[in-house]
């Protein structure tokens, strides 16, 4: 008895330290559970990571993730474990296995961490778990992006391109020594006025102004957002604690990002004009939304502005980020010697013909592969009955096959010489796995604008080359691998010296 009122006392007397060896207790049993007997503690990797999500956490919002990632995979190997419930691939087969339809196999979910659509209660395309509303609604808007819609895209398009090299050529026009453009705005202005004008009915405008319109301002904070909003969600339990912490302008700008594309999407849905864009073949095929609702296409629309304008913007930019490094001049002389022995002049440029061009889409193909818009993965999670755990997260971690090189020789080196037909490829290069490099992913949500991309990129860089010399001043070099990842790349300005060819 005495023992017993002896314990108790001294235990209320070191009520703090009780609890705080009560607290303490839990990760570090988690934490050793994590390592050592959780089903995926055979998996090679980190044992840091293993324990606990927070390592993960700290390198996703530092911008180191995709860095550190790269760096396992060449220590630990094709597949390890990341984080507690997570495990990263490199390799090419792992494409397949994760995303695509395998008779047999059970169909990896898109991970709501990442995948989430933020303050609606409504799906869309990207962010869905449900199978058949995600095949319900890419049926449809697969016709928005045929090859037969792009054709009569193609001179709204086109039109935006002229404007790009028409305000460049303005501001290059006074000086035989040309302008310091900043290619990063110039590039971005061309894929959100071309995704505006074909999502919304209507051009942002910043092409005309040479200005970010207020929405995109916007529409990066939404960006950053969605970034930031993916750390809590690893801890469902305390996240609306974690969101509290979340800066008010990111919300705010979350909110405003919303309450502007509602807008303009129900007002080109309601205009019902033929005009060549997005909304006249998906409306066709839905004439009373009896496939698709008002809601779920406003919510759909909303991410096809966010997935079709940065990606390509960003891919622009490290492909012009490339051509121009010194070290790669020969590069920019070979691509601009295609491009001006086809063309005199402007108006041979066409639909078809920029397709006919191999050293370019050789450097757009090393463009993707070095510049990959998502370089961070496209999680996944294991439902129950899976091929493993269920509950386990999967990616395939973009930037570490990329830039494996046990997959391309000289993998951080610019050299689109690999993607020629073979018997114009370096030797060095024959064994490169091209396949690996997958910028549109492959399977059940592959990049539906892949061709609009191309185009865009094919005729951006055919009017761009054709009409100016570029070149870049010494100071103003940047280096697009320097720009910080957090989810997406967080592009900087990057100037580059035009001259007006003519
Ligand atoms: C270089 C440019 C682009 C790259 C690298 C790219 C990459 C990707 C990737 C990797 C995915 C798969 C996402 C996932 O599985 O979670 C995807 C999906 C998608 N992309 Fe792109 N994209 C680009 C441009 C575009 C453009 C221009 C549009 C349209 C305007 C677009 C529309 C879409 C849509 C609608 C999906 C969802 C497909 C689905 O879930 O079924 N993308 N994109």
Redesign the pocket.
Known sequence: MGIVTLSVETLDQHRVLVAFIVLLSYPIYNSLYNIYFHPLSHHPGPKLWAASRIPFIYSLLTGQLIQRTKEFHEKYGDFLRLAPDEVSFASEQAWNEI?AFRPGHKRAL?DKAY?VAPESNVDN??TTTDFKF?ARV?RI?SSS?SEGSLRAQYSLINSKADLLVSQIQRLTASSKEGARVNMTDWLNFF?MDV?SD??FGESFGCLERGDYHEWVHTLFAFLKYMSLAAAPRYYPTVEFILKMFMPKSVMEGQRKHMAYAREKITRRIDLKSERPD?MTPFMKNNVNFESVSREEIVETFN??II???E??A??MTGIFNHLTRKENKHVLEMSTREIRDKFSEKEEITFDTIQCLPYLDAVINEG?RMC???PGG?PRVVPAGGDTYCGTRLAVRTFAVNRSDKLFENPNTFIPGRWLPDDQRPKEYSQDNLAASK???VG???????P??WL??RLVIVKLLLAFDLAVDNGDMVNFDHFPVIMLIQKLPMRIRVRNRN
Request: glycine share 8%; aromatic share 16%.
């Open positions: 995303y898109r995948y395309i990207i995600h890419r808007l992006f894929t995704i074909l999502a997005f991410f096809v997935g079709g304008s990606t390509t960003t891919a993707l990959n818009p998502v496209l910028p549109f992913s059940f949500h592959s990049c539906l604008g892949r609009l991309a865009e990129m």
